[in-house]
């Protein structure tokens, strides 16, 4: 299927590996031009090297930590045409209420969560002039099945659901689209670290963390190219009238209630 984005322009942050890199490909494939933000300068530079040597399109870096306001500002000032806005970086750690203090849960929501907001602030405004734009925010499943022991990120994931859908509902009136991916378990080094915790903590023994894979659907985590498969979509013409929705990607988990 064309997805008739050849030519378009695509800001991923979060871009130098797992979620992030495998949108930049699937974009890069459909023949988007490509800006790609992270903090790791050598990652995103293998990136952007293999992607324009394989699919011949353009692609510049941007080192920036989006939690400094300098930093947003740099970033809009050397990529303010992009048709694209893919949202994704964030590391929020997990912990209950009692383990996550203060300057924690402000530093982890001030790049997801307030970094989506911001990012999302100063491109509107730019898609809102020129007539057109798709923002995707890429939030994850925690934000629907709520969990204790990870209450940064399902609090934060929450907001940026209800961000996305109250954004998303009215901006179809400017000629842009927001609409979120939120992915369950998803085959990336953060899942397998976390895998490996829970392994040494049941059989005190890391190294059997596949066992624990085991008990999500189909017996393993989501592709992180099936994640960007849905972002590329969403990004397209062919879903033009697609906007104010999340889309979970979980294998069901989260219908189903559990595992």
């Avoid at 495998?22 to 992270?38: F, M, N, R």
């Avoid at 939690?67 to 893919?86: F, G, M, Q, T, Y």
């Avoid at 001030?110 to 970094?115: A, C, E, I, M, S």
């Avoid at 994640?227 to 219908?255: K, N, P, Q, W």
Wanted: aromatic content about 6%; overall charge positive.
């Amino acid at each position: 299927m064309d997805l008739h984005l050849r030519g378009k322009s695509a800001l991923i942050t979060g871009a130098s590996k797992g979620i992030g890199a495998a949108i930049a490909e699937a974009l890069a494939e459909e023949g988007c031009h490509l800006h790609l933000a992270a903090r790791t300068t050598d990652a995103l530079n293998a990136t952007a090297q293999r992607l324009r040597s394989k699919h011949q399109v353009n692609v510049t870096v941007h080192t920036v930590d989006l939690r400094k306001r300098d930093d947003l500002a740099s970033l809009i000032d050397s990529a303010p045409d992009v048709d694209i806005l893919v949202n994704n970086a964030g590391d929020i750690p997990g912990g209950s209420l009692e383990r996550i203090d203060d300057a924690t849960w402000r530093h982890a929501w001030d790049l997801k969560v307030f970094g989506f907001i911001n990012l999302t602030r100063l491109f509107y405004a730019r898609m809102k002039t020129r007539g057109h734009g798709v923002i995707i925010n890429i939030i994850g499943a925690a934000g629907e099945r709520v969990d204790a022991n990870y209450i940064v990120g399902s609090a934060g994931n929450a907001s940026l659901m209800a961000f996305t859908r109250a954004l998303g509902g009215a901006s179809l009136k400017d000629h842009i689209r927001v609409v979120g991916i939120n992915p369950g378990p998803v085959a990336t080094d953060r899942i397998t670290a976390l895998m490996k915790r829970q392994a040494l903590a049941r059989y005190n023994d890391e190294s059997r963390y596949p066992e624990m894979m085991a008990q999500f659907p189909l017996g393993r985590a989501a592709k992180p190219r099936e994640i960007a498969d849905m972002a590329a979509f969403l990004a397209s013409e062919r879903s033009a009238y697609t906007s104010g929705v999340i889309i979970t990607i979980d294998g069901g988990i989260c219908a189903s209630g559990g595992f």
